[in-house]
């Protein structure tokens, strides 16, 4: 499974960025497709998943302020950002977790300016 991932950006304190992550390759249904973020010098860490079902879960620090979404026909998620605040600041990778293999797109840069 390959996953390309596009859509960060610079953006200005409380503006908006909506990722987008295409995976290809064997895609089982079942599967999971997530958002992580990594900062600098910080462990990277979960900013929302969704199911096949549809299913969302969300960290904490969102607060209302993300919402992840999914084309199963297109095999892509997305993450639709508003509110952003500089603390948002990171590189953006996309997972997608399927029969117990983890496979991770290449991250994209999301820098917000205060």
């Known amino acids: 499974v390959q996953l390309q991932a596009s859509g960060g950006g610079l953006v200005q304190a409380g503006g908006s960025l909506r990722l987008s992550c295409a995976a290809s390759?064997?895609?089982?249904?079942?599967?999971?497709m997530s958002w992580y973020r990594q900062a600098p010098g910080k462990q990277r860490e979960l900013v929302a998943l969704i199911l096949n079902n549809g299913g969302t879960k969300y960290a904490d620090f969102v607060q209302g302020r993300f919402t992840i979404s999914r084309d199963n026909a297109k095999n892509t998620v997305y993450l639709q950002m508003n509110s952003l605040k500089p603390e948002d600041t990171a590189v953006y990778y996309c997972?997608?977790?399927?029969?117990?293999?983890?496979?991770w797109g290449q991250g994209t840069q999301v820098t917000v300016s205060s």
């Open positions: 390759g064997i895609i089982y249904s079942g599967n999971v």
């Open positions: 997972n997608h977790l399927q029969r117990g293999h983890d496979y």
